[in-house]
Nanobody, 115 residues
Framework: QVQLVESGGGLVQAGGSLRLSCAVSGSIFSANAMGWYRQAPGKQRELVASVTSGGSTNYADSVKGRFTISRDNAKNTVYLQMNSLKPEDTAVYYC?????????WGQGTQVTVSS
């Protein structure tokens, strides 16, 4: 069974940066597209960035130009570099396949951006 372990969240001031990591167990990582989702309090979980097995990326308009998704297939890890953070980026961040066939969700990592 695939396990997803997110890390790297924290408290940061507006304009700051964070780098999230997601370690994916199992040998199937390199063959799968991966994505980063976030869920803010009272809101639905949304996909904010994705990367294909070949390295092509896609971003939600709300994070385009500020966030960068990348992957290291040798380490079975996907990253999310977040720059110019805004208070509205505050959420729990999760990694998973872009869908619809997703893995069991991990615990996520909390990102809090203060104004």
């Amino acid at each position: 069974q695939v396990q997803l372990v997110e890390s790297g969240g924290g408290l940061v001031q507006a304009g700051g940066s964070l780098r999230l990591s997601c370690a994916v167990s199992g040998s199937i990582f390199s063959a799968n597209a991966m994505g980063w989702y976030r869920q803010a309090p009272g809101k639905q979980r949304e996909l904010v960035a994705s990367v294909t097995s070949g390295g092509s990326t896609n971003y939600a308009d709300s994070v385009k130009g500020r966030f960068t998704i990348s992957r290291d297939n040798a380490k079975n890890t996907v990253y999310l570099q977040m720059n110019s953070l805004k208070p509205e980026d505050t959420a729990v961040y999760y990694c998973n396949r872009p869908g619809p066939l997703i893995f069991t969700w991990g615990q996520g990592t909390q990102v809090t951006v203060s104004s």
